[in-house]
């Protein structure tokens, strides 16, 4: 895996790296702004797979729980460029009872370069159903929150 240690102060927050490319910018030799909530949800997919034991696709393809998103919101603060590793912060900030809402920030070289917050709803993945955190999912979560 492609990960940094924990600070032990930041017990919560999941740190994922992400090498930019030079296929990922634009001709103002800057990532893409697609490529930014792209970058923060390649970080939530391994979140899930680091703390929860299944990836996106797995959980849907296994448990038939999938977990679409119905909210996304991203500031950029400072360019993204292919210079420096992009580290991405992922913070589980909110569980509710059928959605999640995760904080993600992302810096290069110590500078912030965008943040945002996502949410996703549990569904029963074939009928696109909502449904409650399923019980087992929900007890590795409610450890996890952050304040």
């Given at each position: 895996?492609?990960?940094?240690p924990?600070?032990?102060a ?6 994922h790296v ?22 923060a ?42 210079r ?40 029963e ?23």
């Open positions: 895996m492609n990960e940094i924990k600070n032990p930041q017990s919560n927050v999941f740190t992400i090498q930019v490319r030079w296929a990922d910018c634009d001709p103002a030799r800057i990532a893409y702004t697609g490529r930014i909530p792209y970058f949800l390649e970080a939530i997919d391994t979140w899930w797979d680091v703390h929860i034991g299944y990836d996106w696709f797995r959980i849907n393809v296994d448990r038939n729980v999938g977990t679409p998103f119905v909210h996304l919101s991203v500031d950029f603060r400072s360019p993204v460029t292919p420096h590793p992009l580290i991405c912060e992922v913070r589980l900030i909110r569980l509710g009872e059928s959605s999640v809402r995760f904080a993600v920030r992302g810096l290069q070289d110590g500078v912030l370069c965008f943040e945002g917050e996502f949410v996703e709803v549990f569904v993945a074939e009928a696109h159903s909502k449904i409650p955190v399923p019980a087992d999912i929900r007890l590795k979560l409610e450890a996890l929150v952050t304040d």
